[in-house]
């Protein structure tokens, strides 16, 4: 059964840069037809994703975040990680990272979804 | 303002039969597949519909789920006290080119 468990830091200062890593356990990251995710969310709000990355490191990143997103995957370790530049209070969320599988077919994705998730880890941006 | 949306609330008593709507649009789920996960306040969510209306292993088969056109929807059948969590829809968007959620739905057992 695999599992997936946030580590970072819990305080950023506002301008700095978030890093977080997510170890996976129970399962290789390098499996065929799964995509590695980040999502976030505000204290009482929905859920918002973030980006994904496949163990190739093929990325694709929500634009809304624009220039600020890197996620990367290191086999060696079955782990991938998280970059957020120029953070500000609106940054401020629980981060949580998940296993994206997928049905394909002739190469496209005809349905995928999110299973499982990590515990979450909250950052806080402040100064 | 969420690309997909969902009533902030919904309640029930034990039993009873529940329903969530989630209305989008012919970019996300007019053309894609819509998923739930159920979120404990304080827990991460939970996968609990996909495809539309696959249940993965392990979820009670009291919850169902269904898409029309580019509304989807939940259905809880015998409302348990247990249910009591918020409800969260999303599916693919190829305008915006992410994954877009629902604000999420609050289910209370009365």
């Known amino acids: 059964q695999v599992q997936l468990q946030e580590s970072g830091p819990g305080l950023v200062k506002p301008s700095q840069t978030l890093s977080l890593t997510c170890a996976v356990s129970?399962?290789?990251?390098?499996?065929?037809?799964?995509?590695w995710s980040w999502f976030r969310q505000p204290a009482g709000k929905g859920l918002q994703w973030i980006g994904r990355?496949?163990?190739?490191?093929?990325?694709k990143y929500n634009p809304s975040l624009k220039n600020r997103v890197t996620m990367s995957v290191d086999p060696s370790k079955n782990q991938f990680s998280l970059r957020l530049t120029s953070v500000t209070a609106a940054d401020t969320a629980v981060y949580y990272c998940?296993?994206?599988?997928?049905?394909?077919?002739?190469?496209?994705?005809?349905?995928?979804?999110?299973?499982?998730w990590g515990q979450g880890t909250l950052v806080i941006v402040s100064s | 303002q969420s690309v997909v949306s969902q009533p902030p609330s919904a309640s029930g008593t034990p039993g009873q039969r529940v329903t969530i709507a989630c209305s989008g649009s012919?970019?996300?789920?007019?053309?894609?597949?819509a998923n739930w996960y159920q979120q404990v306040p304080g827990t991460a969510p939970k996968l609990l519909i996909y495809?539309?209306?696959k249940r993965p292993s392990g979820v009670p088969g009291r919850f169902s789920g269904s898409k029309s056109g580019t509304s989807a929807s939940l259905a809880i059948s015998g409302l348990q006290s247990e249910d009591e969590a918020i409800y969260h829809c999303?599916?693919?968007?190829?305008?915006?080119?992410?994954?877009?959620f629902g604000g999420g739905t609050k289910v209370t057992v009365l």
């Open positions: 990355v496949y163990f190739s490191g093929n990325t």
């Open positions: 012919s970019s996300n789920i007019g053309s894609h597949s």
């Open positions: 495809s539309n209306h």
């Open positions: 998940v296993r994206e599988g997928m049905i394909t077919f002739g190469g496209v994705i005809t349905d995928d979804w999110f299973d499982p």
């Open positions: 129970g399962g290789a990251i390098t499996t065929d037809n799964f995509y």
């Open positions: 999303g599916a693919w968007d190829d305008s915006l080119n992410a994954w877009v």
